[in-house]
């Protein structure tokens, strides 16, 4: 059974940095995690995604060159570093894990999810 927690979300000024982190239990080779993130009033939209074994990731084009994706496998976490921060990028995040080997960008590849914790960038 995965089981995902998140932390790290704030408010934060337009322009400043914030490091969002999963932590993670039950992970297995094939698990990919993923960070979704839900604005108010909007559907939950993909953003970044790594495979628990191997260098595979993906990224939205929304956040490609500003937010990476990491795991540290010693310690059971896979983080979200954020840059660049914009009020668009305001929103819950979400950590979520899926079995099936793949990346998907759709919530519904993903099995598992966390709580979310949330993110706010004032302009």
């Known amino acids: 059974q995965v089981q995902l927690v998140e932390s790290g979300g704030g408010l934060v000024q337009a322009g400043a940095s914030l490091r969002l982190s999963c932590a993670a239990s039950?992970?297995?080779?094939?698990?990919?995690v993923a960070w979704f993130r839900q604005a108010p009033g909007k559907e939950r939209e993909f953003a970044a995604a790594?495979?628990?074994?191997?260098?595979?990731?993906n990224y939205a084009n929304s956040v490609k060159g500003r937010f990476t994706i990491s795991r540290d496998s010693s310690k059971n976490t896979v983080s979200l570093q954020m840059n660049s921060l914009k009020p668009e990028d305001t929103a819950v995040y979400y950590c979520a894990a899926t079995t099936i080997g793949i990346l998907p960008t759709s919530p519904r590849g993903y099995t598992y999810w966390g709580q979310g914790t949330l993110v706010t960038v004032s302009s």
């Open positions: 039950g992970l297995t080779f094939n698990t990919g």
């Open positions: 790594i495979m628990w074994r191997g260098t595979s990731t």
